[in-house]
């Protein structure tokens, strides 16, 4: 059985069940999910997204109410499990990369993420961790290797 999915921010500080997120496969490697926004938005509507627990990363194919990307949205992460309660938390460490349909990638949130050091929402670890991993991933991403994440997120795009 899939484990009830949560989704921490630190800022704002908050949890939130994602409820009505579709687990379409999980092993020991990945996570894949479909989902709606939580909230209504103009830009984007619906999506999909593959959680990498090794490599602290979850790639997310952000997509128009028509079903056109509006662009790859990747989030750097940390997971809580909990076997009793049987659930998954997906921790924010706060830094992301977009990157557009035309390979163009923006950086989000380092002032997030310094504002959580200072403000001690974050430990030292969480901190270096966060970091380094956005570090990975933007070479990574300029190297033009990020279809090495979203080629398998793909894979269970076209199966649903």
Known sequence: MYPALFRKRLIPNECIALKDDIILHMD?????????TLKPREDFHHGYSCYF????????????????LY????????????????TLTIID???????????????????ELCEAKEKSYINDIQFFKS????????????????????????????ED
């Not at 020991?28 to 709606?36: A, M, S």
């Not at 460490?93 to 002032?111: F, Q």
């Open 93 to 111: 460490l706060l830094a992301d990369v977009t990157v557009d349909s035309e390979g163009h990638m923006n950086v989000l949130d380092i002032d």
């Open 28 to 36: 020991d490697d990945i996570l894949v999910t479909k989902w709606q």
């Open 131 to 158: 970091v380094k991993q956005l570090g990975d991933l933007i070479t990574v991403i300029q190297q033009g290797k990020l279809s090495e994440y979203t080629d398998i997120l793909m894979k269970y795009v076209d």
């Open 53 to 68: 627990f090794k490599d602290g990363i979850k790639v997310s194919r952000f997509l128009k109410e028509d079903g056109s």
């Open 71 to 86: 662009y790859w949205y990747c989030d750097i992460v940390t997971f809580s499990k909990n076997e009793e309660l049987n």
